[in-house]
């Protein structure tokens, strides 16, 4: 036992357990970042799905992350969500965000060198440019969709999958919709010929495979009314919708109908029809998402009646996938009616039943999954029981055409769940430093498919 006299020598004692037990702490800190193989690098996160992979912390991520971005309103919602998931009493998150404002940053970025592993999010104008340089100075990237907006920035992307190839480094996009349920259940049982049969060819006018998307501008993220940037309306900076949301339906298509099949865009996708349309919105709507009390100038060409803006969110494509008729479409309304939110309808068609996901007032505005047969009635439940061994607790009900697939709440884990599920997978990969070998010539595919689809929109009056 040590024995301390007076006051002031207890007070010295006090402190001297307190800076060794700060130092214990930065040592262990310091230790623990080392044994941290990933180390994050958020880059302009100008939209909030940058904060949504952080809404988790994860065992191979060092909890400090470096940020590179300009100064301004972007950047301080940005830190205010990550905040927000450090100061929640429930499962707090612990993140450490290094930020650095310099118009440089993105050339700082690169000179520090600070992570290994970029994770962009925010305005796609520059974000195809981005990625590649990130690459060529040797770092890895997990970005949000999408990855380009239009042709050229299409070549660019070929050129940064080279790179990473030629560099031992993984490029990657965020598709959280293959960790929907619904979605999910639709695959596996696309893949059940007892119960699906074959897809079906489909024709122009009847495709084998439809998604469906509606989007609003005005939602909820983490709670709080989303406020967006200014700039998420200018399809200069953000993308059309034919090449932003449609991402996301196009990527399904793939996954469904080719399940782990490598897609060559040369041979194997043809665009027939696309077309695209505006939403409008009045600056009132405008002011109430951005906060702000006008319209930038860079919104001017868009502008009609000096305050209604007109954005090209809305698109439609209709395209042949080896030889498989499919369409896919993306509609933005201002703001969802109330008790409703952003719908998705899917329908694959085979030659034994269709899949069909709805979201409308019978499904309560929830995604549900109906079996519905087109020949004679067959045992759907007996094989349905393939389903029920892997996923414990999903059943069927009889519904008007066949049948309901009724989900366990515990695998509904919603859209923000969603990016921690990609987050992991993509930490899977990195550690491997491999891909599956479909996902690269896929991506390709993906993004061919829509900017493929703007040209000839665009073109289309």
């Not at 020598?9 to 402190?15: D, I, Q």
């Not at 700082?108 to 990130?134: D, F, P, Q, R």
Request: charged share 25%; glycine share 6%; net charge neutral.
């Amino acid at each position: 036992m040590i024995k301390m006299k007076g006051s002031k020598n207890l007070f010295y004692f006090l402190l001297m357990i307190v800076v060794m037990s700060c130092q214990s702490d930065t040592k262990n800190e310091s230790a623990e970042s080392k044994n941290k193989s990933v180390k994050l690098i958020t880059l302009d996160p100008g939209h909030f799905h940058a904060a949504l992979v952080q809404k988790s912390m994860y065992d191979d991520v060092d909890s400090v992350v470096y940020v590179y971005a300009p100064a301004g309103n972007d950047l301080n919602l940005h830190l205010a969500r990550i905040n927000s998931y450090n100061g929640r009493a429930e499962s707090p998150t612990r993140w450490n965000e290094v930020v650095y404002t310099g118009d440089d940053f993105f050339e700082k970025m690169i000179a520090e060198k600070k992570g290994n592993l970029v994770v962009l999010s925010g305005n796609n104008k520059k974000k195809t440019e981005y990625i590649l340089n990130s690459l060529r100075n040797g770092l890895n990237v997990l970005a949000d969709k999408p990855m380009v907006v239009d042709s050229r920035g299409f070549e660019q992307l070929k050129e940064a999958f080279a790179i990473a190839k030629k560099n031992n480094l993984l490029l990657y996009d965020i598709m959280t919709e293959r960790y929907e349920i619904t979605t999910i259940l639709q695959r596996e049982l696309s893949m059940m010929p007892d119960v699906f049969g074959e897809l079906e060819e489909g024709t122009p006018g009847n495709p084998a495979i439809i998604k469906e998307s509606v989007h609003h501008f005005y939602k909820y993220v983490s709670g709080n009314v989303l406020t967006r940037p200014a700039w998420f309306m200018d399809v200069s900076q953000q993308g059309e919708g034919i090449v932003d949301v449609t991402t996301h339906l196009v990527d399904l298509v793939q996954w469904e109908c080719f399940p782990e099949q490598a897609i060559d865009y040369t041979k194997d996708i043809m665009v027939n029809t696309a077309k695209r349309w505006t939403t409008d919105m009045r600056l009132s709507e405008f002011k109430a998402i951005t906060k702000l009390d006008s319209f930038p100038v860079y919104l001017n060409k868009n502008i009609i009646s000096d305050t209604v803006l007109q954005i090209y969110c809305n698109g439609e494509a209709n395209y042949t996938i080896k030889g498989i008729h499919a369409k896919t479409s993306v509609i933005w309304n201002y703001k969802a009616p109330e008790g409703t939110g952003d719908t998705h309808y899917s329908i694959m068609r085979g030659t034994k039943a269709n899949l069909v996901i709805r979201q409308g007032p019978d499904e309560k505005f929830q995604p549900t999954l109906y079996i519905e047969p087109v020949q004679e009635i067959f045992d759907v439940p007996g094989s349905y029981k393939k389903i029920q061994a892997k996923y414990p607790g999903v059943d069927l009900i009889k519904s008007t055409n066949g049948w309901q697939v009724i989900v366990p709440e515990k695998y509904k884990e919603g859209h923000e769940a969603h990016f921690g599920r990609v987050m992991e997978k993509f930490l899977g990969y990195l550690k491997n430093k491999n891909l599956p070998a479909w996902e690269v010539p896929n991506m390709l595919a993906k993004y061919y498919t829509t900017t493929k689809a703007l040209e000839l929109a665009i073109k289309t009056k």
